[in-house]
């Protein structure tokens, strides 16, 4: 089988555990773009490099919380994550969630088991992304989007089509969940670049 060689920017304070992950990931098809061991460095490496998985410590020395930057980061790019670390308790686990993590390793771990959750992250990522550009719309979809392009808000979208404004609220809500967008502006945006808005 064919592979292709994967960008990964590891978030991690202890230098031990980094060196470990990236020597781990170089010996099959990753390559790291970059270790950094707070998030304003982080923030930097993604910017200069997007990569394809982060891989992230949840709680670091300085008392920052991963999860912070995964949210941030993935304003810019959609990109998978797997938060490594030593705490299994529930006030943690909930407090990632919320980030839909791709995977959750406990320390310690092995070796093959970063390399397995690493290679389920990327090929599960390409496989949604396959899934969501042959996806289109519902017909109903489709004129909230019409709507959307005119720059109508949702209450003149729901006096507009006749349905209430719980309605289109909700249309909004699943459209941004199906195709992975955050705004109508971006919806507007991928419209557009998929040419769904040509026979406007």
Sequence with gaps: METCVKKVLILEDDIVNALFMQGVLESAEFEIT???????DASGLFAENPPDLLICCIYLKNGEVAVNFVEQAREIIKVPVIYVSSHDDEETLN????????????????????????RFAVYKSGILKGKIARSRPTNREME????????????????????????????????????????????????YERHWLSAI
């Design 34 to 40: 970059g270790i950094a061991n707070n998030a304003k």
């Design 95 to 118: 407090r990632v969630l919320d980030s839909s993590p791709e995977s959750y390793i406990i320390k310690p771990f092995t070796g093959k088991q970063l390399l397995v959750a690493s």
């Design 144 to 191: 909230i989007i019409r709507h959307l392009v005119k720059g109508e808000s949702t209450k003149e979208i729901a006096d507009k089509l006749f349905i209430s404004f719980e309605t289109v609220k909700s249309h909004r809500k699943n459209i941004y969940k199906k195709f992975r967008v955050s705004s109508g502006l971006e919806t507007v945006a991928m419209a």
